[in-house]
């Protein structure tokens, strides 16, 4: 299944998918290519020493989110890609563009949801003081955070922790689960019940 990856930033979660695809654990997913919103974004540099096609589709060369979401569609249909991961893409995708793409969009996010959803959750769960957070994967629906989980990996968080080594603590966990979920979705194994994912 080929298998397009959207990312804004750093890209460490690329990274991993990248690397997994290397050591034949992705298989049958197969990424053909990375798209990053931001030109800056240091994973595009990832993407181009394994010898992706690294593209920018920059939101903010267009008028709206319809125009964006369709020169995303158009650069994802030139690669054939039947399935889109979230690494760390930091834009609200709309029903216009989810529709193309149904039960075919996983997104990592760094806490155990439904808790802390949105922005900077390291950091709103260690604000909160929480003693458990981690990493979820889960398919991408209209809600922000809010669809149907794949995969989970709980993290603690330690009376010396700081936000940045929570955040790196649980970095590690979603390097773990967002490869793992890819593969299965691939095979076919993700099997949707309304909220529920069984992995068969
Ligand atoms: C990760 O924490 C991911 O869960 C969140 O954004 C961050 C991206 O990190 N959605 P990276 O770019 O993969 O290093």
């Not at 394994?50 to 030139?78: I, M, S, T, W, Y």
């Not at 959803?117 to 991408?140: C, L, M, N, S, Y």
């Not at 603690?156 to 689960?177: C, G, K, W, Y």
Request: aromatic share 4%; net charge neutral; hydrophobic share 50%.
């Amino acid at each position: 299944m080929k298998i397009g990856v959207l990312i804004s930033g750093t890209g460490t979660n690329l990274q991993a998918l990248l690397d997994a695809e290397r050591a034949g654990s992705l298989r049958p997913a197969e990424i053909v290519c990375v798209v990053s919103n931001r030109p800056e974004a240091l994973g595009l540099g990832r993407a181009r020493a394994f010898h992706k096609p690294a593209l920018v589709v920059d939101h903010k060369a267009f008028g709206g989110r319809q125009a964006f979401e369709d020169a995303l569609l158009e650069v994802l249909d030139e690669h054939q890609v039947a399935a889109v991961v979230l690494a760390g893409f930091m834009r609200v995708l709309t029903p216009h563009f989810l529709a193309r793409f149904p039960d075919r969009i996983l997104n990592i996010h760094p806490s155990l949801l439904p808790a802390f959803p949105g922005i900077d959750a390291q950091r709103q769960a260690f604000e909160h003081g929480v003693k458990v957070t981690g990493a979820t994967v889960h398919f991408v629906d209209v809600g922000v955070d809010q669809g149907a989980i794949v995969a989970q990996a709980a993290v603690p968080v330690l009376d010396d922790d700081t936000v940045d080594s929570l955040r790196a603590r649980i970095l590690e966990r979603e390097h773990e689960i967002l490869p793992r979920a890819v593969a299965l979705l691939a095979a076919g194994r993700l099997v949707r019940d309304g909220h529920r994912v069984r992995s068969s």
